[in-house]
């Protein structure tokens, strides 16, 4: 159980000071006129006085009990600190949390991003990434380095274990390995490295009983954890699953397929003396109902008149609908393929008649008609659309760690 606060009078508005850190107080800040006041003696100097239109108040009010961790924690001292880039003000506030058994820890915020602080005993090792930016690794895990900069107390309020300044300045750096944050912090010859995990505002508002809601967030914060490491596994492990039905639907339809030939025409067309070119193949038997007819015709003469085909239905005189699957050319001719939908058994053949009607000079064509070809582009396609939304979620992991990265000192770069 937390003890109750030690109250002193203010050597200069005479207004009560309320110490909850027992010995450990060395400054403190009275919350009526913002004089620093020295507590480590008795006379209660004054040390310095911040100007009243700096103030600000602090969202968990000084005195304010709440449950981090399982330890029961008071906060008796907030600060702000503020740091400048390229002449921009950025301004950030902490909380000092004190528990006479476990000591101090910090409460940090940013844009509505929290940390639980704490102070580390050990010196984490320092080296540099495969980048060759710095990085600092304790605990076994490995932090890289973020941003380097100096930090500015702008205002205080409450007590501090330390003899604390109006406009002291502290050189920092930041290392992240989210959802943790290490930070070296430099002054006076004097080092100290600590470690933060993010916590939601909502969290800290249910741990202090705070009225209202936590303000919302805003943008990212450095060490924010990503939502998609989760995401893209599952996602991805979903894919494979997925993957696997496909792959077995493919091979059951592959095998279904019978693919077999059942003719083999070669024609051969030369410029008639009058009117238009056109060759029928000789007549070939479907003993039995098919799924489709699969028609590939080859030249290997590039300069040769394309073709239309028509595949007649002997029992009716009709021409049955084809449609094209493809057509390539190269240098050493062209084809093209068709299809048919399902037909019956019966006698049929195939109508060839060059394109434009007209035939320059003598040209020889290769046809192979095969039925029930399993035509797979749908499962192909569908295996696309599977893919989708798995790939959409990496990129915009990709992206929300771009975004992290761009207040760093680097940039856009991880």
């Known amino acids: 159980m937390v003890q109750g606060a030690r109250a002193l009078a203010c050597p200069n508005c005479g207004g009560a000071v309320e110490l909850r850190g027992f010995a450990h107080t060395r400054s403190a800040v009275c919350i009526q006129c913002l004089t620093v006041i020295d507590a480590s003696t008795p006379e209660l100097q004054i040390v310095a006085r911040f100007d009243e239109k700096l103030r600000v108040h602090p969202a968990i009010p000084l005195g304010t009990r709440g449950q981090l961790g399982g330890v029961r924690w008071e906060t008796i001292g907030f600060q702000v600190r503020t740091t400048w880039v390229d002449g921009t003000p950025y301004s950030w506030h902490e909380y000092l949390l004190f528990n006479p058994y476990q ?6 915020v940013y844009n509505g991003h929290w940390n639980y602080v704490h102070t580390l005993a050990g010196v984490p090792a320092t080296s540099s990434a495969l980048n060759g930016r710095p990085a600092a690794s304790t605990g076994g895990v490995t932090y890289r380095h973020y941003q380097h900069g100096v930090a500015q107390t702008t205002f205080v309020l409450g007590e501090f274990p330390w003899a604390i300044q109006a406009g002291e300045q502290v050189e920092f750096d930041d290392y992240i390995a989210p959802p943790r944050v290490l930070s070296r912090e430099a002054s006076a010859g004097e080092v100290n490295w600590s470690c933060g995990d993010y916590i939601d505002g909502a969290a800290i508002w249910q741990a202090f009983q705070l009225p209202g809601a ?16 989760g995401k893209i596994r599952a996602i991805w492990g979903d894919f494979g699953k997925l993957a696997l039905v496909w792959l077995a639907v493919l091979m059951v339809f592959l095998m279904l397929g019978r693919n077999a030939q059942v003719a083999a025409p070669h024609l051969e067309l030369a410029p008639p003396e009058a009117g238009f070119a056109t060759a029928v ?19 290997s003469d590039a300069d040769a008149n394309e073709v239309e085909f028509a595949l007649i239905d002997r029992s009716t005189g009709r021409p049955v609908a084809l449609e094209s699957l493809g057509h ?17 058994a019966g006698t049929y053949a195939l109508r060839l008649d ?43 992991a990709g992206s929300f760690e771009t975004q992290r990265w761009q207040d760093s000192d680097y940039g856009t770069g991880a």
């Open 328 to 344: 390539q050319q190269n240098a050493f001719g062209w084809s093209r393929e068709f299809t048919s939908g399902r037909l019956a």
């Open 281 to 299: 193949t000789s007549e070939f038997q479907l003993q039995n109902a098919v799924s489709n007819l699969h028609i590939d015709v080859k030249s």
């Open 103 to 108: 000591g101090f820890r910090y409460l940090t």
């Open 354 to 396: 060059p394109e434009g009607g007209a035939l320059n000079h003598k040209t020889e064509y290769d046809i192979t008609v095969r039925r029930d070809v399993a035509h797979t582009g749908w499962l192909w396609l569908a295996l696309i659309l599977l893919a989708i939304p798995p790939v959409l979620t990496t990129l915009r």
């Open 214 to 229: 936590a303000p919302a967030a805003e943008g990212l914060s450095s060490n924010q954890p990503s939502p998609y490491p």
